[in-house]
Nanobody, 118 residues
Framework: QVQLAESGGGLVQAGGSLRLSCTVS????????VGWFRQAPGKQRELVAS???????YLADAVKGRFTISRDDVKKTVYLQMSSVKPEDTASYYC????????????WGQGTQVTVSA
């Protein structure tokens, strides 16, 4: 059983910063790839970033240079540090997990809203 809980969303001004946290309840956190997805109204859900370990990370082109992803395996938490945010970053952000090598993310959190004001 894998449970994920996001926190850290809120309202931020353009150019500001926000850190999202995803805490994972699971016995074997180390085998998981954890991703952050976002979905804006009327748009498809998109993968923003993912991490398996320090050398296995992904960042979408739209957020490269502004967002970073990291994980703390002791706390079983994955962080999405958002900097220089833009109004187009406004979305519901979800963390999700999969066993590394699986094609699909099978475990999802409830999501947290990020709103960037101009």
């Amino acid at each position: 059983q894998v449970q994920l809980a996001e926190s850290g969303g809120g309202l931020v001004q353009a150019g500001g910063s926000l850190r999202l946290s995803c805490t994972v309840s699971v016995r074997t956190f180390g085998i998981l790839t954890v991703g952050w997805f976002r979905q804006a109204p009327g748009k498809q859900r998109e993968l923003v970033a993912s991490i398996y370990n320090r050398s296995a990370k992904y960042l979408a082109d739209a957020v490269k240079g502004r967002f970073t992803i990291s994980r703390d395996d002791v706390k079983k938490t994955v962080y999405l540090q958002m900097s220089s945010v833009k109004p187009e970053d406004t979305a519901s952000y979800y963390c999700a997990a999969k066993v590394r090598g699986d094609a699909e993310y099978g475990f999802w959190g409830q999501g947290t809203q990020v709103t960037v004001s101009a």
